[in-house]
């Protein structure tokens, strides 16, 4: 328990100090209009509110990570919250945020467009094949893992397999396709607060079922 506490420590300073930090580096401007409006088409650029837009990135930052990270946290030892505190800290938090910002600046741009218009059209065809090959393993990894996950809460069979990883393949391709405020906008949200009402679930169970990590 007292790992838990130092990461929660060392994730709220993080996010107060350094966060902050980034952030003034970067050089913020509230009154930038974003390209959900200044580029509004009711497709891939369509306003949502805080609320909505938190539990979406909630969600996109999370994933599968939450899930397989505090296992691993709680199979390996304090070395392995240390890992995921500082990485996220100093590699994930900042890489996303920057990523964001840039983007939001260069009215929505990708990496592959970002690449060419700072370092070249040659760069721009070198990101483009890491970001295939990417989100290749990316998209392999969050088919087969909530599909495994689910497949086994039903004690299903390679059959049973086989479906859920199509109905789920099917959800993604609909996702990624129909406008942004029809899947994403609505479901996205509701799973983003499911997520974190487990995770509170969670800590409730570490501190009353008396749970201790391993060394």
Known sequence: ??????????????YKVYGSYVEKTFGIKEERTTPAYASQDGIDYVPMGKKRN??????????VGPIFGPIMGALYGPVAFLWIVFGSIFAGAVHDYLT?????RNNGAHLPQLAEKFLGRSLRHIVNGFALLLLLLVGTVFVTSPSNMINNLFDGNA???TIVIFAVFAYYILATLLPVDQIIGRIYPFFGALLMISAVGIAVSLFTQGYKIQK
């Open 54 to 63: 938190s539990m979406i990135q909630l969600l996109n930052i999370a994933g």
């Open 159 to 161: 059959t049973t397999l």
């Open 1 to 14: 328990m007292i790992t838990f506490f130092i990461a929660l420590a060392i994730l709220f300073v993080g």
């Open 100 to 104: 964001g910002m840039i983007s939001l």
